[in-house]
C-alpha cells in the first residue's frame, strides 16, 4: 500500500521563481527590449575573457583549493589595498565562491543560527529573506522608501536589539541606485558595535558609482574590520555576468566558517573563471574608471529619454538600475500590471520595484530599468516607448 507523498520543504514551496527570470522569459515570449534582469548586452574586457580561454588549455581543470585559486586570493587582497587601504591576508581572509548570490548565503550560514535576528533593509534583493528564513533566522526588515531612500534611523536603531547577530547591507543598492554616505554608514557601523553583532556587506556594485560618488566598504570604518563580512562580484565589475565568480573578504576569524559555508554549497568556483578574474582584478586603474564613466553616460542617456517621455526619474548614484514614477504618464495600474503592459504593448522590459519588498504595502508606482545596454538599445527602447505613449494619446482620444 503506497500513502501520498508528504508535503517538500515549505519555504521553498513559497517561494516563487525569481522575479527577474519571470520578466525575462515575459521579455522573450513578446520580443520585448529586455531592460528588466540586470545583465549587459556587451562583452566584458577581452583580456580576462582570453586569460580565461587559455586557463582551460593548460591542463590546470581539477578542483582548485577550497577558498579559490592562489592568484585570485591574491588579486582580492591586493585589490582591497589600491582601492581601500584594507590590509587582507590572501591565505587566511579571501573566500571565492560561485558569484556574489553563494557568497551572501554563505556569510549567512557562517554567523546566523537559529532564532538569531538578521536586520535587512528594504528594498532587498531576491535571495536574502529566504536565505535568512532557511536558516530559521528571524528577519527584521527596514525599509527605504523612493524617492528619497532616506536611512530611516531611529527604525534602523529599533531594529537592533540583543538578538541581533548580523545586519546585510547592500550599498551600492539594487534598485534604489542608493549609495550610502560615511554618515550614514557610521550610523550603521555604531549600532553594529554595539549589539557584538556581524555586517554582511552586498558590495556587487562598488565600482559602478557615478558623479564622484565614491563607494565606502563599511569594512574601512573604525572598528568593522573584524566584523564585516565584504561581498564582490566579477559579474558585476567584469561585465560578464553568466561567469558566477564572486569574492567574500572577511577577518581571519569568520574566513573558517565562511570557508565551511562554501565547501558545504559548492566547494568550489571553476578554476579558468578564477584565474580570469585574477586577471581583471589587476587591471589598471583606467578599466575601472572607464566603467563607471561608461555606465554613467548610459545611465544620462536613459534617464534623458524616460524623463523626456514625462516619467518620473529618479537620480541614480551607482547600480545598473534606474528608478522611474510612471503615474505622471497617466498609467492607473500598479507596477506589476505597469511592467506586463510595456512588455507586451511597448516590447520594452521593466522590473516592478514592489518585487524588492517582503510586505503587501511596498511602493507600487515605480519601474526598475537597466540602462547596461548598447546605446542603441537604449534608444529603441526609448523610441518603443515614445510609439506606444503616442498611441495611448490617440487611444484616450478615440475612447474621448
Ligand atoms: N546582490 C545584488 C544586489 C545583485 O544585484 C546581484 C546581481 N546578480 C547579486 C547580489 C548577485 O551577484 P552574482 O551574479 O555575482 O551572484
Ligand atoms: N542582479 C540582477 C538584477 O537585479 C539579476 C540576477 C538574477 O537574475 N538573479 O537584475
Known amino acids: 500500500m503506497t500513502v501520498p507523498l508528504k508535503p517538500q520543504n515549505d519555504l521553498l514551496s513559497a517561494t516563487g521563481t525569481t522575479v527577474f527570470t519571470v520578466m525575462s522569459a515575459l521579455a ?25 580561454a587559455e586557463a582551460l588549455l593548460d591542463g590546470r581543470n581539477q578542483y582548485p583549493p577550497l577558498t579559490g585559486v592562489p592568484e585570485l586570493r591574491a588579486a582580492v587582497a591586493e585589490a582591497n589595498r589600491r582601492f581601500y587601504g584594507l590590509e587582507i591576508d590572501p591565505a587566511a581572509e579571501v573566500v571565492v565562491t560561485s558569484g556574489a548570490t553563494e557568497a551572501l548565503t554563505a556569510c549567512l550560514m557562517a554567523v546566523l543560527n537559529p532564532g538569531d535576528e538578521c536586520v535587512l533593509i528594504e528594498p532587498l534583493y ?46 551600492p543598492m539594487n534598485p534604489a541606485g542608493k549609495v550610502f554616505t560615511s554618515a550614514e554608514l557610521a550610523f550603521v557601523a555604531d549600532l553594529v558595535q ?14 559602478l558609482t557615478f558623479d564622484g560618488w565614491a563607494h565606502i566598504p563599511l569594512m574601512t570604518l573604525p572598528g568593522m574590520r573584524e566584523r564585516c563580512m565584504r561581498v564582490g562580484s566579477a559579474g558585476k565589475t567584469f561585465s560578464l555576468t553568466g561567469w558566477k565568480v564572486g569574492y567574500i573578504t572577511a577577518d581571519r576569524s569568520i574566513a573558517p566558517n565562511l570557508a565551511k559555508a562554501h565547501q558545504l554549497l559548492t566547494f568550489t568556483t571553476p578554476p579558468n573563471l578564477q584565474r580570469g578574474v585574477a586577471v581583471g582584478l589587476g587591471l589598471e586603474d583606467s578599466y575601472f574608471t572607464g566603467l563607471s564613466a561608461t555606465l554613467q553616460a548610459k545611465r544620462d542617456r536613459l534617464a534623458a529619454g524616460l524623463s523626456a517621455l514625462g516619467f518620473g526619474v529618479l537620480p541614480t548614484q551607482g547600480s545598473y538600475f ?10 492607473s495600474g500598479d507596477d506589476v500590471a505597469f511592467c506586463r503592459h510595456i512588455t507586451e504593448t511597448a516590447k520594452v522590459t521593466a522590473i516592478p520595484v514592489s518585487a524588492f519588498y517582503a510586505g503587501a504595502d511596498a511602493p507600487n508606482h515605480y519601474a526598475r530599468f537597466a540602462f547596461c545596454k548598447a546605446d542603441a538599445v537604449l534608444d529603441e527602447a526609448l523610441a518603443r516607448l515614445a510609439a506606444w505613449k503616442s498611441a495611448r494619446v490617440e487611444g484616450v482620444r478615440e475612447a474621448g
Not at 526588515?141 to 538578538?163: C, D, I, N, Q, S
Open 28 to 52: 522573450v515570449q513578446h520580443g520585448a527590449i529586455n531592460l528588466g534582469q540586470g545583465f549587459p548586452d556587451y562583452e566584458g574586457p577581452e583580456v580576462v575573457v582570453r586569460a580565461a
Open 126 to 171: 531576491d535571495t536574502y529573506l529566504p536565505v535568512v528564513r532557511m536558516l530559521g533566522a528571524i528577519p527584521k526588515l527596514v525599509r527605504l522608501t523612493p524617492p528619497k531612500w532616506e536611512l530611516p534611523r531611529a527604525e534602523l536603531a529599533a531594529a537592533f536589539g540583543p538578538k541581533t547577530k548580523a545586519i546585510l547591507l547592500n550599498s
Open 194 to 207: 554595539r549589539h557584538g553583532a556581524y555586517a554582511i556587506c552586498d558590495e556587487v556594485y562598488e565600482h
Open 322 to 331: 534606474i528608478t522611474a514614477d510612471f503615474r505622471p504618464l497617466g498609467f
